[in-house]
């Protein structure tokens, strides 16, 4: 069986992902893509061989769709998402599931009620093999009890469309998710400071760095730096500190190259570059999950939920600088 993929939003990651079908993934082809700009979806099914649609609605009950891939904005996630789900068919949705917790907790329900899982998130850094290796790590007790958690978020720039909000329910949902993931517990209080400095190359409306402090139920400490306009690179790190051990993710490069000039290794410059054998094993395991006929498994719209959550405490935090706890329901037995 090869699975029927409709795919929405032809933005950067959504262009990115439809050379992963093409030229990586096995058992799946993009027959359908969407957008609301005509040309652009024109031309992308004219280059792959798809059919182009306008509509997302239309595109998810077309009998050329078996199942939903939507790297569209996060604003429409919620009603493209719960149009997949009224047709039956599975869905892939890069985060965020959607912008704000209400919103997240309306596809928790629809879920709930379908009595199955039907949508795996686009929380990519879980398939990661550093990422994979240091939970693995974790789990064998190697660091002893984890006692702090350092991480860095760095990007060599950023658009002028990006926000002081986007920093949070942005670029933080990655290390607020793969918290949760290595540590297997939740997020209670977030807080986020401002530095004093800030980068000249932020635009004015940014305050960049940023630091984020988050503690988890058990009380591990975690502090996330937030350097969008870092220039050099897209530098993403993470040091787990145990009792027993220090254990962090290296920089994952084939090569190093030693000259006149030094040892020197080269640094990404994109997260489709760092993670990019992350996004091709999501995109299998997917692809894989429909196929075989499975339900839905990896990343969930809870882990989405539950990370909507966190960002809403860090955005109120963001405003008055206070600690906020986070609040998290019971967990449906669905997810757990």
Known sequence: MTVKIGLIGLGMIGRDHLKRFH?????????????????????????????AFYDAEEMIHSELVDAVFICSIGPVHKTQILAAFNAGKPVFCEKPLTPTADESKEIIEAEVKAGKRLLQLGFMRRFDPGYQALKH??????PGDVMLIHCAHRNPSVPESYTLEMAINDSATHEIDIIRYLLNE???????????????RALPHLQDPLIV???????V?????????????YDIRCEVVGENAVIALN??????????????????????????????????????SVRDGREMSGPSSWDGYVVALVCDAGLASLKDGEKHDVVIPQQPSLYR
Do not use: W
């Open 137 to 142: 790590a974790i789990d064998s007790g190697e």
């Open 186 to 200: 939740n997020i209670t209080s977030v807080r986020v400071d401002k530095p004093r400095k800030k980068t000249s």
């Open 23 to 51: 030229n990586v993934i096995s058992g799946a082809e993009v027959t359908a893509v969407c957008d609301i700009n005509r040309a652009a979806a024109d031309a992308v099914a004219s280059e792959y061989g798809a059919t």
């Open 213 to 219: 402090i988050f503690e988890t139920e058990s009380g």
């Open 251 to 288: 920089e994952q490069q084939l090569i190093n190259t030693r000259s006149l000039h030094g040892n020197a290794h080269h640094i990404a410059q994109s997260c489709m570059e760092r993670f990019a054998t992350a996004y091709d094993r999501e995109v299998q395991h997917f692809v894989d």
């Open 221 to 233: 400490r975690i502090d996330d730096e937030l350097f969008v306009n870092c220039h050099y690179g």
